[in-house]
């Protein structure tokens, strides 16, 4: 049996999923069932049309735990916010439900967070990364305009919307709680959060498999998300966060992983 307190727990942001989640939860889970017991997972659903929801709650029992969140706010940052804030891990990370980055990365990023780093990012522009992308060309074209647009607020971070984030629970669980952008945007400021917390990120490198099915629409989220690049941008300029030299004794300057090495 899972000890009742995890160690480590991971937010499953998911709508309307019913296809893609029962292949995804299942790779997570059998990823993360070759860690040591006590991790958790937690799909937080948003108002799915579908069976989202039961698909999570009627998860079979297994040795690692999955529980059910549902809100009413749209939004993947509202959602990987209130999971991340329903949590009380040592640990936390979250992954899409597609696990378009694959699952197997995550001892890697447990092992960077139990080595003292407390922010650690699955990155696709990692030199030693697989990334098999399909997506279209102008998609390719807006995510490079994004990611130029992201350096204001994230510099020296490669790649911030990969779906594979782990942390340090106190560190996110803190960043979480002051986060103003509730859409696809958000791990922007989540990290740029984390970094006024007094945190290094480290990325790492990952397998990622474009998966069929995405709930991201360039059409209705492109504009969106530029705009919840400036509400980043002002919400921490007035709402920032002084360092915490209490909230973990972290790495507060990891050089050496700076290339997701360990
Ligand atoms: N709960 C919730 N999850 C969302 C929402 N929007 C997107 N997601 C989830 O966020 C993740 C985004 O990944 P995906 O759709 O694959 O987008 P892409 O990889 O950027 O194309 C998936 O797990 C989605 O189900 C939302 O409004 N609510
Ligand atoms: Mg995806």
Same mark, same amino acid.
């Given at each position: 049996m899972a000890p009742t307190t995890p160690w480590l727990e991971i937010v499953v942001p998911a709508r309307n999923e019913h296809r893609r989640l029962p292949t995804g939860l299942a790779r997570l889970c059998s990823a993360a069932a070759t860690l040591p017991p006590g991790v958790a997972v937690i799909v937080v659903d948003s108002a799915s049309t579908d069976d989202t929801g039961e698909i999570a709650r009627r998860w079979p029992p297994g040795d690692v735990r999955v529980s059910l969140v549902r809100i009413n706010e749209p939004g993947k940052g509202a959602a990987v916010r209130a999971g991340v804030l329903a949590t009380s891990a040592r640990y936390v990370g979250f992954c899409d439900a597609d696990m378009a980055t694959? /699952?197997?990365?995550? /001892? *890697?990023?447990?092992?960077?967070l139990r080595a003292g780093y407390p922010v *650690?990012?699955?990155? +696709?522009? =990692? /030199?030693?990364?697989? *990334?098999?992308? +399909? =997506?279209? *060309?102008i998609r390719r074209v807006g995510a490079t305009a994004f990611r130029a647009a992201t350096r204001v607020l994230v510099p020296g971070v490669g790649d911030t919307q990969c779906g594979f984030k782990f942390f340090d629970g106190a560190i996110v669980r803190a960043a979480a709680a002051r986060l103003r952008v509730t859409g696809f945007a958000f791990d922007v400021e989540l990290i740029a959060r984390c970094v006024q917390l007094g945190a290094t990120p480290v990325e790492i490198p990952v397998r990622w498999q474009d998966v069929g099915g995405s709930t991201f629409s360039i059409w209705r989220h492109s504009a969106s998300s530029f705009a919840e690049l400036a509400v980043a941008w002002r919400a921490l300029r007035l709402r920032p966060a002084a360092p915490d030299p209490l909230l973990s004794g972290w790495t507060a300057d990891p050089p050496a992983a700076k290339l997701g090495r360990l």
């Open positions: 694959d /699952p197997a990365a995550i /001892p *890697v990023a447990v092992g960077f *650690v990012l699955g990155s +696709r522009s =990692h /030199p030693e990364s697989d *990334v098999e992308d +399909r =997506h279209t *060309v």
